[in-house]
Structure formats: structure tokens, C-alpha cells
């Protein structure tokens, strides 16, 4: 029976996929395939999955308020085609959301309590027939020291870089390979010092331009720092956070200078809310959402990408005033 594991890019989308793999014991590219996306690209993923799947199962990726009817949709007819559908997140979900796909017969299943690797061995084992093993255990305490941002696993900074060696086509190759290697009980292999190197060698000069670009608004009564992120390192998180400390920022707004949507982050204020309110989803501290820009924009900012800057301002300072500010968004 073939199986689809759609997941996120991310080290816990990669660590989720390796143990869900293990646990099928099923082999990869054979019988097994794996596709990785964007919480906001799920529902056009889900429209290009191979036609003889007869199992999918998503993991690391909560829906998106502005998709979250096209997924249904797709899910709806998957269903009726006899495909067997389970979902894995850590993500915080509307109630009603659950309600609704598991009316569909999809196997849903949500903890907030772990990170999204952490749901898949808790939960996948009694959706398989199998059991976790010790690498399951140590794979799990590195992904989630590192996606809840505890660093309390010495693996864990080392794990969270090298998942994002390169980016576009040859990165989906590298976190497959990555996939591979973790789900056949591998935590580290020598190939990995060389991508750990160089990511942290592009990591420092990656801080040094866009830590330059910063910009500090005062939002009624909140400090929120925007930056067009360079393509490539440092990760979205370790830009996020070190922007909130630098600038003493309530919420940090990180807009790809190449792409379609932007990331929240904050150590204050609930930005799942605001990332809501802008068509995303994600995390109190962690969240993101779609860029949307119109066709004329998306144009003009191959050209002057600080377009995509300012259309951000504009989204986010609106979004804030109708939410109340951040006082609203306290916790």
C-alpha cells in the first residue's frame, strides 16, 4: 500500500516524517513517498499527491485560517476515494476544526503538550500496529529541545542547522536524505559536520546583513521590529528572537525577501491572534501568515523587493489596531 507523508521543512517536519517512516517500516521512494511544504501551501499540496496513495499522513502542519476550507474540500474527496487519512500537530487548532475532519474520518490527532515529532511517536504507534524504540526517544528529545526552543539536548543546535543546508529543489533532496538516515537509526553521520560547518559560517554573515535592515515601529503602545530577510541562514526562529532581544521588540515580523508569507515571532504577546487575523496560524510565540500581495505588487517586487516590507507594515499595523494592540494580546 503506498503512503504519502506530507510535512514541514522544518527539523521537527523532517524528525515527524523519519519516525512515522520507521514505524510503517516502510522503504522510502519505494513505497513511501514524501512531500514537504508551507502551512499556507497545504491545500495546493494536497491536490498533487501521487493518485495511488491509499494512506496520507500530514504532520507539522496546522491548517491556515484562509485555507482551511480548501483542505477540507480536497481531504473530503480523498476520503471518498478510500484514502485513510491521519494528521499529527502541536500547533494550537480550533475546536471546531478537529470537529469537522474528524467527521470526515480523518484520524486527528493534536497535543500541544510536545512538539510535533513528540505527537508522532506518542500517537502514530497505535495508528500502525507499532511500537517506539529508544532512537525514537533520543530523536524526539533533540527535535523538541530545539522547536519549543528549550535547548535542553546537546543534539538539538546541531540537528536544527544542518535541516536547513540548502533551500528550493536540492533542499527537499537534502531533508530526505536527512529523513533516510534518521529513520534507519542514524543521528549524526560524518557528512553532517561539513553542512554543519557551512551553515554556521553563512549563519554568522547571514545576522551581519539583515540584523543591519531592521526596522522599529511603535504600533499603538506595541514595539514591533520588521526586516526583509536574505535568502539562506540564519533560520526564521534564531532571526526572530535575537531581533525581539536586540530591540527589546514585542513582536518581530521577519518578511521574506523571496517568497509569500511572513513569520511572527514574539516572548510577550500571543501572535497566533494576530497571525489569524492575517489569514496564518502557528503558535502563541510562533506563528505566520500569507503575504498577499496583488498582482501588480508581486511584479513590482521582483524589481524592489522592499515592497514586500511595506505591504507587510501595512497588513500587520492594520491587523493590531482591529485586534486592540498588544495589551489585547498579553498572556
Keep these: 500500500m503506498r503512503s504519502v507523508i506530507v510535512t514541514h ?6 524528525a515527524s516524517a523519519a519516525i512515522y517512516l520507521r514505524l510503517l517500516g516502510s522503504e522510502l521512494g519505494v513505497d513511501t513517498d514524501i512531500v514537504f511544504t508551507e502551512p499556507y501551501k497545504l491545500h495546493k499540496t494536497l491536490n498533487n499527491l501521487p493518485r495511488d496513495a491509499k494512506r496520507l499522513a500530514i504532520m507539522d502542519l496546522g491548517p491556515n485560517a484562509g485555507t482551511f476550507n480548501d483542505i477540507v474540500h480536497k481531504l473530503r474527496e480523498l476520503r471518498d476515494q478510500g484514502v485513510g ?6 500547533h494550537r487548532w480550533r475546536d471546531d476544526w478537529i470537529k469537522e475532519l474528524t ?7 493534536v497535543d500541544t503538550s510536545t512538539c510535533a515529532a ?13 511500537e517506539i524504540d ?25 540537528l536544527y542547522r544542518v535541516v536547513g543546508r540548502y533551500r528550493g529543489a536540492k533542499a527537499d533532496e537534502w531533508r530526505r536524505r536527512l ?6 537509526g542514524s543521528l549524526w553521520w560524518p557528512e553532517l559536520d561539513e553542512a554543519l560547518d557551512e551553515y554556521v559560517r553563512r549563519e554568522l554573515e547571514g545576522f551581519e ?26 533560520n526564521t526562529s534564531i532571526l526572530g528572537n535575537s531581533l525581539l532581544y536586540r530591540y527589546q521588540a514585542d513582536i518581530a515580523v521577519i ?45 513590482l517586487s521582483a524589481i524592489w523587493p522592499g515592497i514586500r516590507l511595506r505591504h507587510a507594515q501595512t497588513l500587520v499595523i492594520n491587523a493590531l489596531r482591529s485586534l486592540g494592540g498588544c495589551s489585547a494580546l498579553r498572556e
Excluded: M
Design 209 to 234: 546583513k539583515n540584523l543591519r535592515r531592521a526596522r522599529l515601529l511603535e504600533i499603538d503602545g506595541c514595539r514591533v521590529v520588521f526586516v526583509l530577510k536574505e535568502p539562506g541562514p540564519p
Design 103 to 109: 467527521s470526515l474520518g480523518v484520524r486527528v490527532h
Design 179 to 184: 529523513v533516510k538516515g534518521f529513520s534507519e
Design 118 to 130: 513528540g505527537v508522532v511517536a506518542r500517537y502514530a504507534p497505535s495508528e500502525l500496529g507499532a
Design 9 to 14: 521543512t522544518d527539523l521537527d517536519g523532517v
Design 85 to 90: 487519512v491521519e494528521w499529527y500537530d502541536h
Design 134 to 158: 529508544e532512537f525514537v526517544e533520543k530523536l524526539v528529545s533533540a527535535t523538541c529541545a530545539a522547536d519549543l526552543w528549550v535547548w535542553d539536548d546537546p543534539w538539538a543546535p546541531k
Design 255 to 299: 518578511v521574506r525577501k523571496r517568497g509569500t508569507g511572513l513569520s511572527l515571532r514574539s516572548i510577550s504577546v500571543n501572535v497566533q491572534r494576530l497571525a489569524y487575523a492575517l489569514g496564518g496560524g502557528g503558535h502563541p510565540r510562533a506563528a505566520g501568515a500569507p503575504l498577499n500581495l496583488g498582482l501588480l505588487k508581486r511584479i
